[in-house]
């Protein structure tokens, strides 16, 4: 526990405190944040998923075909709980709910993944493959099935005055992300058995290790630029993300008897703090700020206690000695 804390969870505060502190001297704003994140999603992320992966083998994809199926069960079915419990709320619009599922119901692997479980776990390529997996959920299946419930919500609370779109454009939009297409594209070449060349690697790397760092100081300039007021949906939205979602997990790995490994992985990456793209996509559409960035902000604070304490639970259900 001494070294998750201070290998894993240190870090990220230090790193996310120096973002808050430049943000809040106004050294950089939440506009900078923006750009920050856009060079994590759109190239050090990706290059770290892709690097990662070609170093695979088919044998090590195989054995993760079932972390892929439980990841997209455990993962979509707490993000469309999330939805259905805040769209019963009087208060709450469909297009609140679908923000409050993109938020609570998704964990924010594309910015602490790497983060948070290589000090962990190690830099190996099973770290890598859960990170991928995770993402491509999240990204790939998450963020469309998310879009399209707003989209639905808002046309109909403005008949008429947008054009119905199709329900597979936020799929495509999705897809054409590198931080989507770039872990699909490493499992097909693995797949197709093409050797990667070794030397090829380094022109990788050098980008991927911007990924961990930029993105968490980019998250501290966030919280930096934003009105926090915790409320109680907020409250409701971090036990959710942080209890509900490592929860279904661990109990999913458990039933179908995941690797202790590989589960112990997954289970801290759904005990990820929400998705800050959730929060990215509030602010596009002026939808449920205020409140989704409470619980972003709560979810924060709360991680330093859960993630080893998922650890801990995790451990003492597979009898492993972590």
Not at 65 to 91: D, E, N, P, R, T
Not at 126 to 150: D, K
Not at 161 to 190: G, N, R
Request: charged fraction near 10%; proline fraction near 6%; include cysteine.
């Amino acid at each position: 526990m001494e070294h998750i804390i201070l290998y894993a969870i240190v870090p990220i505060i230090v790193v996310m405190l120096a973002g808050y502190i430049s943000g809040k001297k106004g050294i950089f704003s939440g506009d900078d944040a923006k750009k920050f994140n856009k060079v994590v999603l759109d190239y050090a992320l990706p290059a770290a998923l892709f690097v990662s992966i070609v170093q695979s083998t088919r044998e090590m994809l195989a054995a993760d075909i079932k972390l892929s199926l439980i990841a997209l069960v455990g993962i979509m079915g707490c993000f469309m709980l999330v939805y259905y419990v805040f769209k019963l709320f009087k208060s709450n619009s469909g297009a609140d709910a679908a923000i409050s599922a993109l938020i609570s119901g998704s964990p924010t692997i594309g910015f602490l993944g790497f983060a948070v479980l290589e000090p962990i776990f190690g830099t190996t390529p099973a770290v890598a493959l859960v990170v991928a997996i995770v993402s491509i959920v999240v990204n790939a299946v998450g963020i469309p099935v998310g879009l399209s419930l707003m989209n639905a919500s808002l046309e109909k609370q403005q008949p008429g005055s947008t054009k119905k779109e199709s329900a597979w454009l936020p799929v495509l939009h999705a897809l054409e992300q590198p931080v989507a297409w770039a872990p699909i594209l490493a499992v097909v070449w693995v797949l197709a058995g093409i050797p990667w060349p070794h030397w090829a690697s380094p022109s990788f790397d050098l980008i991927k290790g911007a990924n961990a760092s930029m993105a968490v100081f980019s998250a501290g300039i966030t919280l930096s630029s934003i009105k926090v007021d915790i409320n109680w949906q907020a409250v409701l939205g971090s036990i959710m993300k942080m209890v509900m979602m490592p929860a279904v997990l661990l109990i999913l790995g458990l039933v179908f008897h995941m690797d202790p490994t590989n589960l112990k992985m997954l289970v801290v990456a759904g005990a990820l703090p929400p998705a800050f793209s959730g929060i990215i996509i509030a602010d596009e559409y002026n939808t449920y700020v205020a409140t989704g960035t409470s619980s972003l902000t709560l979810s924060v604070i709360l991680f330093i206690g859960f993630c080893p304490l998922w650890l801990w639970i995790t451990d003492l259900c597979v009898g492993g000695g972590f």
